[in-house]
Structures are given as structure tokens and as C-alpha cells.
């Protein structure tokens, strides 16, 4: 048989929710892209460009900015799983920013790594284990230091990761051949140093390696999990936030359930109102309807007569209501505007040529007056205005 193909995001999804495990390793039903992955494998990819050639100093900034441009622009905002292109343009300035921050800090500092993007196969107890570790840091004398990237907003502790590499790298055949382009007399990778790099905040974790007896625990752990996947358990563990965030919801046996639940109230009411349920799905998505369009025309009375009396903000019993008015550039004619973006050579100026980014042209100091005046023939002012409705008295 077979060893079982393995990793820490297969062992992590399968203590997560066996159930989701099998979606999405056995069955292969593909999920929604979603953007913090996007985010963080555009990062991590600057971050191998960056030491790539394993020799100081780091490229320039402005080169690494344009490989980090560029590799963002081969996807769309909903093939990264963005919500919309303003959404995305905020994620490239984040990562814009976060790799400004990275060169102030550490470009006087860089050294050669032993490896980045440091791709194993590992035949260890009957699994084919897959690992990627994102640098390894040679410290001499067989020792390494592992480093992994994270990208993410929030600091999260996550002992397993370190743990299976300890394990895994300092047995890695291929690890113990690297570093013996270093020291050829090298016996064994001494594993010395791990490390968590949260990019966002320029901030290390440092965790000291764990005596054998916890790496001996964590491992029958993995074994388990392996045992249990051979095994083909795979029982839904539902939870508030793994299902909340499931892309699997529809299909998965524990939410089916509670979906026949709701069809039961539903055919519950319809046989009270002497309906089909279809009929009283309709039925409530008129009264939507109608509910939408009263709310809109109160929401314009209420607007003009508060621009009437000059409020910007007004109080009910119960609830307070604030003008909300902005001012925008409309270009109509969006052919002229890429052909003057072209023509005055902007169009690089622009990540993706958007109201807001051609709006920022206009505060960008290296263009010019006349070429801000240019653009200014081209648009109009358009004034917005909404209400923010609030509950309590603020
Ligand atoms: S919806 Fe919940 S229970 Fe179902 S597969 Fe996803 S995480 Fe598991």
C-alpha cells in the first residue's frame, strides 16, 4: 500500500473537521478563493524574490516593489478572492507598506540563507510527508534556524508547525546535504532556532526547540490522524466558526439537516395560510420589496428636509440619523481618460485605473499641473448624499 500523501495544513483541516477533510482532500471539491491567502502567498513570494540569489544586498526597493506589482496584477480582485477592486487595491497598498517597512529594518542587516522555499518529501512511518519551510538560516556547526512567514492580522500561536518541523528537518536527508555544502564534515542538522516572522508587524517569535519526549507525544498525535484518515473517519466536528467560515456548508450532512429544519417551518406556515411554501416565499419577498421602496422614499424625505433646515445630524426617541455626504470625480468618457492616462504616460502611476486611483493622481506630486489640469477637463463633480442611521443616542 501506498504511504499516505501528508502535511501540517492536511493534519491542521482534519483536526479542524474530519468531514471537511474529506471534501477537500478525498472528494477534491474546490473552495472560493479567499483573499488572506492571496495576500499571503503574494508576500511570500517577495519574500523569496527577495534573498533569491543568496547574495546581499537585497534587489532595490523600487525592483522589489515592481516584481510585487506585477505578480499582483496577473489576477483579477475576484480570482484572489476580494470583494471588489477597492478592496483589493487596499491589499496592495498594505503589502506596498509592509514591504517599505521590511527594507527600512532590515536592509542593513540581510545575510545569506541557507534556503528559501525549502520543498521536502519525507518517507517517515508509512506517510509521504510534503513540507515547505520558508527560510533556513545557517548558524554553523550543523545548527539551523527555521524560519516561517505570517501574514495575518492577528498573532497566533501555533506549536504544532514548529513541532512537526523540528521533527521533519532535522532528519531531512536533502536539509543534512545542504548543509554540508557549508561543513562537508557535518554528521547530523542540528535544529537550533524556529521562528515565527509576522511581516505586518516586523515582529519575530522565537521558540526554543522541544525536549524529545514532546516531539515523541506530538508525533503518535500525527499518527493517529493518519490512522484515523486510512481509517475513513471522517465524522463532522461542526463548530461556530469553522462552519461559519466552511465553503462546504451546503453540502455538509450537519447543515443539511438544520436546512430541512427550516423548510419544515416554512411548510408549517403555508399549510396555516392554506398556500404552497413557494407561494409563501413570494409573498415575503414582495413585502421586501414593498418594505425596500417605503424606506427609500423616507430616507429622501427625510434627507432633503434636514438640508432643508441645514442638520447635519438629527434625533428621534430612539434613534439618531447623520448626513452622510461625499463629493466624487466622475469621468463619463472612461476611452478619453485612458488614452490621456497613456498619452502622459500615467497609466503606471495607476495600479488599476480606478476612480480612486486616478483620484490620487490629482495629490500625486510627481504630476504636473498641467497634466492634473488635463484630467480635470475630464471630470465632473458629483455630489452624494445618504443617511447613517443609528440606534442608540451617541
Ligand atoms: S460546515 Fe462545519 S461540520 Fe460541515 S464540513 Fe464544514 S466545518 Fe465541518
Redesign the pocket.
Known amino acids: 500500500m501506498a504511504n499516505l500523501s501528508f502535511s501540517y495544513s492536511k493534519m491542521s483541516t482534519y483536526k479542524?473537521?474530519p468531514?471537511?477533510y474529506k471534501?477537500r482532500y478525498i472528494l477534491k471539491i474546490p473552495e472560493k478563493p479567499k483573499y488572506f491567502f492571496a495576500f499571503g502567498t503574494a508576500l511570500h513570494k517577495v519574500m523569496e524574490f527577495m534573498y533569491a540569489n543568496l547574495k546581499p544586498p537585497f534587489p532595490p526597493l523600487e525592483e522589489t516593489l515592481r516584481f510585487f506589482r506585477e505578480d499582483w496584477q496577473k489576477t483579477s480582485f475576484a480570482d484572489k478572492g476580494y470583494a471588489s477592486v477597492q478592496k483589493e487595491l487596499e491589499g496592495y497598498e498594505e503589502g506596498v507598506k509592509i514591504i517599505e517597512a521590511y527594507y527600512k529594518k532590515h536592509e542593513k542587516d540581510i545575510f545569506n540563507p541557507l534556503s528559501t522555499e525549502f520543498r521536502t518529501t519525507q518517507e517517515v512511518d508509512g506517510l509521504s510527508i510534503i513540507s515547505i519551510v520558508d527560510r533556513i538560516d545557517y548558524l554553523g556547526e550543523g545548527k539551523v534556524s527555521i524560519l516561517d512567514y505570517k501574514t495575518g492580522k492577528t498573532v497566533k500561536r501555533e506549536p504544532d508547525q514548529l513541532l512537526m518541523y523540528q521533527k521533519l528537518m532535522s532528519q531531512s536527508p536533502q536539509l543534512l546535504n545542504l548543509v554540508r555544502t557549508k561543513e562537508p564534515t557535518i554528521e547530523k542538522v542540528d535544529v537550533a532556532n524556529l521562528l515565527f516572522y509576522y511581516l505586518p508587524k516586523l515582529e519575530e517569535q522565537i521558540y526554543t526547540p522541544a525536549p524529545k519526549e514532546e516531539i515523541d507525544e506530538f508525533w503518535q498525535g500525527v499518527l493517529k490522524v493518519a490512522d484515523n484518515i486510512k481509517a475513513a473517519k471522517f465524522t463532522?466536528?461542526?463548530?461556530e466558526t469553522?462552519?461559519k467560515f466552511?465553503d462546504?456548508?451546503n453540502l455538509?450532512p450537519?447543515?443539511k439537516d438544520k436546512k430541512a429544519e427550516s423548510f419544515e417551518n416554512l411548510s408549517a406556515e403555508a399549510e396555516q395560510k392554506s398556500l404552497s411554501p413557494l407561494e409563501v416565499l413570494a409573498e415575503k419577498i414582495d413585502k421586501l420589496g414593498t418594505m425596500q421602496e417605503d424606506l427609500s422614499k423616507l430616507k429622501a424625505e427625510v434627507i432633503k428636509e434636514m438640508q432643508a433646515l441645514k442638520l447635519q445630524r438629527h434625533f428621534g426617541k430612539e434613534y439618531n440619523v447623520i448626513l452622510d455626504e461625499k463629493e466624487y470625480l466622475n469621468f463619463a468618457d472612461e476611452k478619453a481618460v485612458i488614452a490621456l492616462l497613456k498619452k502622459e504616460n500615467l497609466l503606471g502611476k495607476t495600479l488599476v485605473p480606478t476612480l480612486e486611483t486616478i483620484e490620487d493622481l490629482f495629490k500625486n506630486e510627481q504630476v504636473s499641473l498641467e497634466q492634473k489640469q488635463a484630467l480635470g477637463a475630464l471630470a465632473k463633480k458629483v455630489k452624494t448624499c445618504d443617511l447613517k442611521i443609528l440606534k442608540d443616542i451617541e
Open positions: 479542524e473537521c468531514q471537511k471534501f463532522a466536528t461542526p463548530g469553522a462552519c466552511c462546504y456548508r455538509c450537519v447543515w
